[in-house]
C-alpha cells in the first residue's frame, strides 16, 4: 500500500469588482482588442479596500472546507502560496489560520511566484505522504493590483486578484497510476533570469514596489520548459497523455496555454481556460480554474489532470492528479 494526498474538496473566492479591458482605454495607450488577441484576457476582478490576500484565501477556504463537507478541526496544516501576503511577516497563512479559528496544527506561505501553487501541493503532497499531515489546506491568493504600475501598459493589463483552495487527505493506494490523488510532481528554479520578472521593492528599498516584466523573455521560455516539466510528472506518474483528461494550466496568456497543449499533443478541448475571466492571478490562478472547472462541470471524480505553471525567478513545475 502507498499513503497518497487525495483531493477532498476545492473552493474559490474572486474580489466583486470586475473591470473590463475597456476601462484601461480611458487612462492608457492601449485597446481591448489588445489586450484580448496579445493576451486572451477579456476582464479580471479586483480587490477592493477590505480584501486582502488573506481575507481572500480565508473565503477560499471555507468553500472548499464547505465542498469536502469539512470543519476547521479537521484540517492539520496551511500551505498559502502568494507573493502579495498582507504584512513582510507574519506568514499570511497564519493570518488565514487566525480567521478560520484554527488554533492547532500549522501554517505557512510558499513563495515562488506564478508557479507558487504547484510548489504548495507538492510541498503539502509531502507532508501528508510522509505522515506529517493527514488534512492540508493548499491556498494561492495574490492581489497583484497591488502591486501593479498603473502607468505601465505592458503589465498592468494582465494581472488579476483572487484565491482558491484544495484541501488534500491520506488515503491508501495500490501505489499505481490508477490510484486518486496526487501521483508525481516536478520543481525547477534557474535564478539566472531574476531581471525577466521581478518586483522593484522589498525590504532592501523599503518599499512595497511594482511588478516588472519583459514579457516576451518570459514568453519564449514558458512553452518548451512547460511541456517539459508536464511529460517529467506524467513519466514519474506513469501515464502517457492520451490518458489525460483535462490540462489546468497556469493562466497567464491564451497564446502559451495553446502553445503548451499543442505541444502535449493535446487538443484544446482537454484544457481548463479561465484567464479570459481573470487575467493572471500569479498562484492563485490554478486553484481558480480547478474550482471554476469543477463547478462548470468539466472536471469529474477519477479524471487524470496535468497542472502546470511558471513564473518569477525562473521557478516553473507541474502536478499529476486524479481528482
Ligand atoms: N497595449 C498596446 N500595446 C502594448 C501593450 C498594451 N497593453 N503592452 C505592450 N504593448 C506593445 C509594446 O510596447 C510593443 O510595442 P513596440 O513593438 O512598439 O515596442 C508591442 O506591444 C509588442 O510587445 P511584446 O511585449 O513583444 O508583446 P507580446 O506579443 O510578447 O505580448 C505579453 C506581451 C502579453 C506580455 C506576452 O509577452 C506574455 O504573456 N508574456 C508572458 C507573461 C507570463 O507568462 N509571465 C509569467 C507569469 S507572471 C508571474 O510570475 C508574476
Not at 116 to 130: D, H
Request: with cysteine; glycine share 10%; charged share 20%.
Amino acid at each position: 500500500m502507498t499513503r497518497r494526498a487525495v483531493i477532498r474538496g476545492v473552493g474559490h473566492y474572486l474580489p466583486e469588482r470586475v473591470v473590463e479591458n475597456a476601462e484601461f482605454e480611458k487612462t492608457l495607450d492601449t485597446t481591448d482588442e489588445w489586450i484580448k488577441s496579445r493576451s486572451g484576457i477579456e476582464r479580471r476582478h479586483f480587490a477592493q479596500d477590505g480584501d486582502t490576500t488573506s481575507s481572500m484565501a480565508t473565503k477560499a477556504a471555507e468553500h472548499a472546507l464547505a465542498d469536502a463537507g469539512l470543519q476547521i478541526s479537521d484540517i492539520d496544516a496551511i500551505v498559502l502560496a502568494t507573493s502579495t501576503a498582507d504584512l513582510t511577516f507574519p506568514s499570511a497563512a497564519t493570518m488565514v489560520q487566525h480567521q478560520l479559528g484554527m488554533t492547532h496544527g500549522f501554517a505557512f506561505d510558499i513563495q515562488a511566484v506564478c508557479a507558487g501553487f504547484i510548489y504548495a501541493l507538492a510541498n503539502a503532497n509531502a507532508l501528508v505522504t510522509s505522515g506529517q499531515a493527514n488534512r492540508a489546506l493548499v491556498i494561492g491568493a495574490e492581489t497583484f493590483s497591488r502591486i501593479m504600475d498603473w502607468s505601465d501598459r505592458s503589465t498592468c493589463v494582465l494581472f488579476g486578484d483572487g484565491a482558491g483552495a484544495l484541501i488534500i487527505e491520506a488515503q491508501e493506494g495500490n501505489g499505481t497510476s490508477a490510484d486518486s490523488g496526487i501521483l508525481a510532481t516536478d520543481l525547477n528554479s534557474d535564478g539566472r533570469y531574476r531581471e525577466l520578472l521581478y518586483v522593484d521593492g522589498g525590504v532592501s528599498t523599503g518599499t512595497t514596489g511594482y511588478l516588472r516584466m519583459q514579457g516576451n523573455q518570459v514568453f519564449r521560455h514558458a512553452v518548451a520548459k512547460l511541456a517539459a516539466t508536464a511529460h517529467t510528472s506524467m513519466e514519474r506518474a506513469g501515464v502517457t497523455a492520451d490518458e489525460i483528461d483535462w490540462i489546468v494550466p497556469h493562466q497567464a496568456n491564451i497564446r502559451i496555454i495553446q502553445g503548451t497543449a499543442k505541444k502535449m499533443n493535446l487538443p484544446m478541448e482537454k484544457v481548463i481556460v479561465t484567464v479570459q475571466d481573470h487575467g493572471n492571478t500569479s498562484a492563485a490562478s490554478i486553484p481558480l480554474a480547478l474550482s471554476v472547472g469543477k463547478a462548470r462541470g468539466q472536471i469529474k471524480p477519477g479524471d487524470l489532470l496535468v497542472t502546470e505553471a511558471i513564473g518569477g525567478g525562473l521557478a516553473w513545475g507541474s502536478v499529476v492528479m486524479r481528482w
